[in-house]
């Protein structure tokens, strides 16, 4: 699986302060994180596997001064 991020940002000329855009898993994709292997199974051993976060997209703002 293929996950889709895109970023886009403008720096004003002063340097004084920035916007940017982001947006990561554009496509929605549902995919297993690290698998761990948790060792108080009774049974040999115990899979955990988180699922990644899903579509998100966000701005920041920042300022130097």
């Known amino acids: 699986y293929n996950m889709v ?3 886009l940002a403008f ?3 002063s ?3 920035s ?3 982001y947006g990561k898993n554009l496509t929605n994709t549902v995919m297993l994180g ?3 292997v948790l060792p108080f199974s009774s049974f040999g051993g115990t899979y955990f596997a988180p699922i990644k976060k899903g579509r998100r997209w ?3 703002l920042s300022f130097n001064f």
Do not use: K, M
């Open 11 to 13: 720096e004003h000329e």
């Open 5 to 7: 991020n895109a970023g």
């Open 58 to 60: 966000g701005a920041e």
């Open 19 to 21: 916007v940017s855009l």
């Open 15 to 17: 340097g004084n302060w």
């Open 34 to 36: 690290g698998v761990t």
